[in-house]
């Protein structure tokens, strides 16, 4: 079953500008990560914040996460064209558990 | 340092017959997991193994799909018979360790249609 939620479905932007995208999940976790999937190839790790962070940056990227709330929110500042893509959120349970995927944000960025 | 290798790329074929998908991880990880991602859907976990020995295969329907890591390296994953809800991008990923749940890595995917 799939554990993280996003929202919103779909998301299309101008370059330039920012897009923020939200997970919210079910149960209680040990880190979350946001993964990048360009159409048609595999998935590319992004970022990995972990239950007692609140938030961590890199790069064009800010990962919030409210352990509270049982949610978390992706911000890419500054978008561009190539960060056209579908992003997952993953939560990880610790322990030997597997990481779950969430369905998906698909970002379009126009030039 | 090599990525996660999955052969083949894409493969047609007809409903109830055979395939097989084949993963070689990242020297060293001992994770190894493989995803059914559908169309417009996230990845869906099928089997996770520890080196050689499964932690988790509660998804995996049990009564065609099979996948085996020996010696705890390459693994497989096969499908008999296949049916038409199989079609999908099967994902092969690892990871240095699970119980530290640290990132994993993907490989590009075996596109399977079933016609």
């Known amino acids: 079953s799939q554990q993280g939620e996003e929202d919103p479905q779909a998301l299309s932007i101008q370059e330039g500008e920012n897009a923020t995208m939200n997970c919210s999940y079910k149960?209680?976790?040990?880190?979350l990560q946001w993964y990048r999937q360009n159409s048609g190839r595999g998935l590319v790790h992004l970022i990995l914040i972990r239950s007692n962070e609140r938030e961590k940056h890199s790069g064009r990227l800010r990962v919030t996460l409210d352990t509270s709330k049982k949610s978390s929110s992706l911000l890419i500042t500054a978008s561009r064209a190539a960060d056209t893509a579908s992003y997952f959120c993953a939560t990880a349970r610790g322990g030997n558990t597997p990481l779950v995927f969430g369905k998906g944000t698909r970002l379009s960025v126009i030039a | 340092e090599a990525g996660v290798a999955q052969s083949p790329r894409y493969k047609i074929i007809e409903k109830r017959q055979s395939v097989a998908f084949w993963c070689n991880p990242i020297s060293g990880h001992a994770t190894l997991y493989w995803y059914q991602q559908i169309l417009g859907q996230g990845p869906k976990l099928l089997i996770q193994f520890q080196n050689n020995g499964v932690v988790d295969d509660s998804q995996l329907p049990k009564d065609r799909f099979s996948a085996e890591r020996l010696k705890g390296v390459d693994s497989t994953l096969k499908i008999q018979p296949a049916k038409l809800e199989d079609s999908a991008v099967y994902l092969c990923a690892s990871s240095f360790t699970g119980i530290l749940n640290t990132e994993a890595f993907f490989g590009q995917g075996t596109r399977l249609t079933v016609v």
């Open positions: 149960t209680s976790i040990n880190n």
